[in-house]
């Protein structure tokens, strides 16, 4: 049995996030799913293999109670509950708080910050609405587990509820996927008093990287004034802990897949396709924290340094459409489209592309294909919680021991060692690292391999979850015995 098994047992764990693993897409009166994308959903799902939650959270869009019937039936089988909000407050809470507020602030880009009243309001609401749908299930001693940005006042909001009520027992943890600014950042925020206050009615809180735990605490100290003591708060009276929990995949997913006919057989058509190229490969929301105009100007950069008779580089760069109701993000797909037409136009022939440019999403099996083939990977993130991609490429190398360029800005780069680190900023020193990741010697290229390789196999999703329920298991459990005494 797991560790997993053992920490949760007795108790009922309640996962909550803004985001489900599933988006509901209609074919004429009949709903059905499209597996979501994105970090959170693929280590949350890593973890659904590993031990059994409830998860609770927004279907994407508001739905009649005709629908919301079908829906809930349909969500169930699946372990997953709805919270709907209405589309207003989904908008102004989704676009208009979490990603045009938190979102930029977050990843050090105030200038793509709009605060606005009525945003802020649609935040509330929405946690508020949060709240209410799990005060409804939650039972005494169950452990709720709540999910980044989009969900910070959550703690407290249920936290009053669960009080007023008087259930008894319930433990509540927070992660944040994203980084946590220096505090220098994060007082421009001006609701920064109303957002610490609302995590920190939790029991647990839980960040990728150290430096994240570390600029959380300050902003504790500076903004609200409380103690710090090593890993812990003192909110009024209340000891919250702060820990330092690095998310990571499912490997097995991946290397299981390298064995499918499927798989395979788009390897074998991919390797045909690039024979006689190298194959670098970026995989990215479009988003502009993952630094996409930096990595086409490095890769740029580094065709313009090659002599004419050298090997062919293509740069495969998948770029999946995100929130494209938010300004920043249209504009990006605008600036990123113009790069890729100059640079192929620069640099092609009638033979040779030197990027291919998708910008849509891929099936799983199409993904790991292309991680499979590529010589190198490239991440130039300018800012980014983790990174999976990261992961996923390394779990995907067993053959060819490719090359991992790694921002390091971006929390995996704290983590992955046998990654070529590089400033995502520094366009000559991105190139100077692609030509070396490409000439780098076999031998040199396994040994990077094998370490990186074996800290993805052990710090998987399963292992970040479970690590952290076992720290929440711990504190109620710490909790129990003051509470005998
Ligand atoms: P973020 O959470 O910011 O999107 P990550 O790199 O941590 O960044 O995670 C991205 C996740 O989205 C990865 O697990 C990746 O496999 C997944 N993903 C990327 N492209 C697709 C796609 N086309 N379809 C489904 N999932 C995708
Ligand atoms: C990041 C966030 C997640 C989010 C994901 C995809 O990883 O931390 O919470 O789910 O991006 O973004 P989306 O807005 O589509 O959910």
Redesign the pocket.
């Known amino acids: 049995e797991s560790q997993a098994d053992d920490a949760a047992a007795g108790a009922h764990l309640i996962v909550v996030s803004n985001r489900l693993p599933v988006t509901l897409e209609q074919k004429g009166s009949e709903w059905s799913f499209k ?9 949350l799902s890593g973890l659904k293999r590993e031990m059994s939650f409830t998860w609770v959270g927004w279907p994407g869009k508001d739905f009649g109670a005709d629908d919301r019937v079908k829906i809930d039936n349909l969500l169930k089988e699946n372990a997953c509950s709805a919270v709907y909000l209405d589309d207003e407050t989904a908008e102004l809470y989704y676009n208009g708080f979490a990603n045009s507020i938190l979102w930029p602030l977050f990843h050090y880009h105030p200038g793509e910050m709009i605060f606005e009243e009525t945003a802020w309001d649609a935040y509330q609401r929405a946690n508020e609405a949060f709240a209410q749908a799990l005060a409804a299930v939650v039972k005494d001693g169950d452990l709720v587990w709540i999910q980044d940005y989009h969900l910070m006042l959550l703690p407290r909001m249920l936290r009053a509820l669960l009080d007023s009520s008087g259930r008894r027992g319930v433990k509540i943890g927070w992660f944040l ?1 994203t980084p946590f600014p220096s505090s220098e950042l994060y007082r421009i925020l001006p609701v920064r008093r109303q957002i610490l206050e609302g995590v920190l009615a939790a029991d647990l809180l839980g960040f990728h990287t150290y430096d994240y735990a570390r600029h959380f605490l300050s902003s504790c100290t500076r903004i609200l004034g409380l103690q710090t003591a090593g890993d812990s708060v003192d909110a009024g009276g209340r000891v919250v802990r702060v820990g330092t929990f690095p ?1 990571g ?1 499912d490997p097995s997913k991946f290397s299981e897949a390298l064995q499918t006919d499927e798989v395979r057989g788009r390897l074998g058509e991919l390797e045909r396709r690039f024979a006689g190229e190298r194959v670098i490969v970026g ?3 479009l ?1 502009y ?2 630094g996409v105009p930096q990595k086409l100007l490095a890769f740029e950069q580094f065709l313009s340094q090659r002599s004419d008779d050298a090997e062919r580089v293509v740069l495969v760069q ?1 770029a ?1 459409p ?1 929130r494209g109701d938010v300004e920043e993000y249209r504009q990006l797909i605008g600036s990123v489209n113009e790069l890729v037409g100059r640079i192929n136009g620069r640099f092609g022939t009638i033979e040779y592309t030197p990027i291919h440019f998708l910008h ?5 099996a199409e ?1 790991v294909a292309l991680y499979a083939v590529a010589d190198v990977c490239l991440i130039t993130s300018t800012r ?7 992961y ?1 490429y390394v779990a995907s190398q067993a053959q060819r021991h490719g090359v991992l360029v790694l921002s390091e800005f971006a929390g995996a780069a704290q983590s992955l060692d046998g990654a070529v680190i590089v400033n995502a900023w520094n366009i000559e020193e991105v190139a100077a690292a692609l030509a070396l990741a490409l000439e780098m010697p076999a031998a040199q290229r396994e040994a990077s391999f094998r370490t990186l390789h074996k800290y993805v196999a052990k710090h998987t999703a399963a292992y970040w979850g479970t690590s952290f329920i076992a720290e929440l298991t711990r504190v109620r459990q710490a909790a129990d015995a003051a509470a005998l005494l």
Not at 35 to 43: E, I, R, T
Not at 360 to 364: A, L, M, Q, T
Not at 384 to 390: E, I, P, Q, R, T
């Open positions: 597996l979501s994308s994105g970090g959170l959903v693929s280590a996927h998310i995949i995989v990215d929301r988003d924290i993952k998948v999946v995100s849509r999403s891929v099936g799983f993904l980014d919680g983790m990174n999976l991609v990261s996923e």
